[in-house]
């Protein structure tokens, strides 16, 4: 799988939209790109991902470049609720290579 | 769906003993994971399995680790003898075998504390 390259962390007011970049520039054509958080003490929690459209569901939008090297998470309105590690992660999504191999992701904080 | 879920949820041992986590995959999953996560070294992929079969057990430490699936709702992955350096948090997770469908999707945990 294609390594990512994500800000060790960032900081976001609590309202504004939280945007987390992430760079797989090695990616491969049938690669996904996916995007976990991890709120402290708990499981990962998948979000959202995508292959080379632009996704949206309830919780966040992920915007890929067109060449694809590189994405973008988007939390619309940040919460405090939201303060976690996030994980972007490339996958290939075929039978003997179905696991997901975290980084050290972006840990995001929330400023009240 | 209750999602994935994990026994003990907190587990304390001695050094020596055997630990066994235990594992309820989201019914119809065909695809279950074992991780574990320390500050060390982050979140690592120990073994997984499809239909009971285990597919992948690189990441198994060594042989005092080992993992079962007798069946499609439960996995253990059991630990013996225990050591301090076994502590950490140990995911289980599972996923569907759909094309369009395959993500994956984690358990609580199961806080292990080897003193």
């Known amino acids: ?112 | 769906d209750a999602g994935v879920i994990q026994s003990p949820r907190h587990e304390v041992t001695e050094m020596g003993q055997e630990v066994t986590l235990r594992c309820k995959p989201i019914s119809g999953h065909d695809y279950l994971f074992w991780y574990r996560q320390t500050m060390m070294r982050g979140l690592e992929l120990l073994i997984y399995f499809n239909n009971n079969v285990p597919i992948d057990d690189s990441g198994m430490p060594e042989d005092r680790f080992s993992a079962k699936m007798p069946n499609a709702s439960f996995s253990t992955l059991k630990i013996q003898p225990s050591e301090p350096r076994d502590s950490a948090v140990y995911f289980c997770a599972s996923s569907g075998d759909r094309a369009m469908e395959n993500t994956i999707y984690f358990g609580e945990g199961s806080w292990l504390t080897v003193v």
């Open chain 1, 1 to 112: 799988d294609a390594k990512t390259t994500q800000p060790p962390s960032m900081d976001c007011a609590e309202g504004r939209a939280a945007n987390l970049p992430c760079n797989h520039s090695t990616i491969s054509g049938n690669e996904y790109v996916y995007w976990y958080r991890q709120i402290h003490s708990q499981g990962p929690q998948y979000i959202i991902h995508g292959l080379k459209n632009n996704e949206t569901n309830e919780m966040a939008s992920l915007i890929i470049t067109e060449d694809r090297k590189s994405s973008t998470l988007i939390l619309p309105h940040a919460t405090l609720r939201d303060t976690a590690v996030y994980y972007c992660i490339v996958r290939v999504r075929s039978f003997g290579n179905e696991k997901l191999t975290f980084g050290t992701g972006t840990r995001l904080t929330i400023i009240p």
